[in-house]
């Protein structure tokens, strides 16, 4: 199982991502931006309000959490 032990926000919806096996790498959420939950992104500032759970897994409030099984590849 991976855990996300590090991330940066950078333009246009992509982040930097260092996962617990050593890999690291950009990911673009450009794409889930206003789908659902994700509308929350509609205000960029809060996208970039970015954090990582107990679990490994980044977090937008209560409102958003991503998976790093589904981000750490």
Excluded: A, Q
């Excluded at 982040?15 to 509609?42: A, M, P, Q, R, Y």
């Amino acid at each position: 199982m991976y855990k996300i032990t590090d991330v940066k926000i950078l333009s246009d919806y992509n982040i930097w991502l260092k996962c617990s096996d050593g890999t690291e790498g950009t990911v673009n959420l450009s794409h889930l931006v206003g789908k659902g939950v994700f509308s929350l992104w509609n205000n960029y500032k809060e996208f970039k309000k970015v954090s990582i759970g107990s679990s490994g897994e980044l977090l937008w409030g209560r409102e958003v959490d991503l998976c790093p099984d589904s981000l750490c590849l």
